[in-house]
């Protein structure tokens, strides 16, 4: 295999983690919205840490593009 | 791959010099980063000026100027306390820069062949932000507490055998900050913008190859409309988050924990 298409094989396989973190948001304003239904008077104070915990999920999913991207532009 | 319908997304990140500048080994020319960045405050600046003519029945304008200080300075006091009062401008200066600078890098500007230049789309920006964020946060917490400030990194009521583990890892996680707090928004703004690259060549591709064609470039049109409404409330929440964690470790280091 040269090495143009390892590279593209590499950085389509880096990509994988970006689904993950998109089960990991998902689950964050899932959950989230399963509590706030079941109390909504608590909701709007939990709203700060709600973007923490999308923050975090998130950063890991951008983590693993920035990752996929070097993998495609490494020379 | 046709050499010809070859996509190239990174191109719209390229800083051009605009005036060419160099003083000695340095090159300060004026680039078009510094161009957008400057549109931004002349915008931020616009934005304030003509809502603080202090009416006491407030104007439209002057509603949404003291939302907006009015939303920072809410989260600042909820998060930090009454101590936090001090740190309202530079968060403020902070959310607004970033919220604006995103906003200007999506403004759909090419039509008329003019090319929008997102400024947070570059680690040099968002790290410096991120690293003028941590020192604040180291500066104010050796100041108010000194040597004491180290306690950070041993939470309550840690077991005796467990803070040499609790404290390692509580220190790695102190020094990733400016580092996350950085890449986050750098690469929120890269992918969203390669995205809309990627799909928006897919639409001027596809309308030049057949009926198959045709359905691809269709589909990809109502593809990025929905991108681009993500896109601004990514824009949004990105700016959002930034001021916020800056907040939380400005919490740290006023109050410990």
Redesign the interface.
């Known amino acids: 295999m040269d090495f143009a298409s390892a590279q593209v094989i590499g950085a389509g396989l880096a990509a994988i983690g970006v689904g993950a973190a998109a089960v990991g948001v998902g689950n964050v304003f899932g959950s989230f919205l399963e509590s706030a239904l079941r109390n909504p008077a608590a909701a709007d104070s939990q709203q ?1 840490r709600l ?2 915990g ?2 975090a999920a ?2 890991l999913g ?2 693993a ?2 990752v996929a ?1 070097i993998i495609l ?1 490494a020379r | 791959m046709a050499a010809a319908g070859k996509i190239d997304p ?1 191109h719209q990140f390229t800083v051009e010099p605009l005036v060419p500048l160099h003083i000695g080994p340095y090159d300060i020319s004026f680039t078009t980063s510094s161009l957008w960045l400057l549109i931004a405050l002349v915008v931020i600046y616009g934005f304030m000026a003509l809502g603080m003519k202090q009416q006491l029945v407030p104007g439209r304008w002057q509603v949404a100027v003291e939302g907006l200080t009015g939303f920072i300075d809410d ?1 600042v006091k ?2 930090v306390g009454p101590e936090g009062k001090k740190y309202v401008p530079y968060i403020f200066s902070l959310f607004c820069f970033i919220l604006v600078s995103n906003l200007l890098g999506l403004l759909p500007l090419a039509i008329v062949g003019i090319h929008p230049f997102t400024t947070t789309s570059h680690f040099s920006i968002t790290g410096i932000l991120a690293v003028v964020s941590f020192s604040i946060v180291l500066i104010v917490g050796f100041w108010r507490h000194g040597l004491h400030f180290f306690s950070l990194f041993v939470p309550h009521g840690t077991p005796k055998v467990m803070i040499p583990l609790i404290a390692a890892i509580e220190f790695i996680s102190f020094m990733v900050r400016p580092f ?1 707090l950085g ?2 928004l750098f ?2 703004m ?2 969203g913008h390669i995205l809309m690259e990627v799909f928006g060549s897919f639409i001027v591709s596809g309308f030049s190859g057949g009926p198959v064609g045709w359905g691809v470039g269709l589909l990809s049109f109502a593809f990025i409309v929905g991108v681009a409404a993500l896109e601004l409330l990514v824009c949004a ?1 990105q700016a ?2 930034f001021a ?2 800056t907040t ?1 470790y400005l919490n740290d280091a006023i109050n410990l924990h």
Do not use: T
Request: no cysteine.
């Open positions: 700060g973007f923490i999308f923050a998130e950063l951008l983590i593009f920035a991207m532009y | 990174m989260m909820v998060n996350s890449l986050r690469v929120a890269i992918a929440i959002y988050v916020l964690l939380l």
